[in-house]
């Protein structure tokens, strides 16, 4: 079946700095990419919406300029999150979909993020 | 009421035992996914069903499109299987899934 990678796996990063999660797609394109963020023993919470060359649609309550995402390819989405803070510590999923209703969504193993 | 919903919330069983995960949802869908992650966190595409049955190895997830409900079957359990397991639903409208929350599987050896 089709791959979806995530670069880093694990990161740890201090407060103030920004990180940056790479999401590939890796034998098929990614016409829609999807970032998620889980806390601990609760269900995957959509953060934003990216479509390959145009913005992400983020969700309510959902910091555009905190959370940036940029889908400039079709098989690259990167979601960088800017002047961390240690509630951003979380578990972040990318997902990513083929062009067309019957493409299935494939996951990504996710990236723990820890700011100290 | 959620508008995916799984039972168990929680199941454990011993290895070699038959499995089945419950997942209805009330609102119109164009696909369903099963999901595994494990406890590193690592989610797993299982099946997308938008009818009928499908089987991989020892997996085998069904859906009831009038009913509203799909079910997730696992054969010959084994405690690798220990892990959780979710179903998310596709709208008709849109392309977001929504997510149930999830069935902790335990399989014991």
């Known amino acids: 079946g089709a791959v979806v990678s995530q670069h880093p796996s694990r990161v740890i990063c201090k407060s103030g700095t920004s990180v940056k999660i790479e999401c590939r797609s890796l034998?098929?394109?990614?016409?829609?990419m999807f970032w998620y963020r889980q806390f601990p023993k609760q269900s995957l919470m959509l953060m934003a919406t990216s479509n390959e060359g145009s913005k992400a649609t983020y969700e309510q309550g959902v910091e555009k300029d905190k959370f940036l995402i940029n889908h400039a390819s079709l098989t690259l989405s990167t979601l960088t999150v800017t002047s961390a803070h240690p509630e951003d510590s979380s578990f972040y999923i990318c997902?990513?979909?083929?062009?067309?209703?019957?493409?299935?969504?494939?996951f990504g193993p996710g990236t723990r993020l820890t700011v100290t | 009421k959620n508008e995916v919903e799984q039972s168990p919330q929680n199941l454990t069983a011993q290895e070699g035992e038959f499995i089945t995960i419950n997942c209805s949802y009330s609102v119109g869908i164009s696909a369903l996914h099963w999901l595994q992650q494990h406890p590193g966190g690592g989610i797993v595409s299982l099946f997308m069903?938008?009818?009928g049955k499908k089987k991989h190895g020892r997996l085998i997830a069904t859906i009831n499109i009038q009913e509203k409900h799909s079910s997730l079957h696992i054969t010959a359990s084994h405690p690798r299987d220990s892990a959780v397991y979710i179903c998310a639903a596709r709208r008709t409208s849109g392309s977001r899934l929504t997510f149930g929350e999830g069935t902790q599987l335990t399989v014991n050896p």
């Open positions: 069903l938008s009818s």
């Open positions: 034998d098929f394109q990614a016409t829609t």
């Open positions: 997902s990513a979909r083929g062009a067309g209703a019957g493409y299935e969504q494939y």
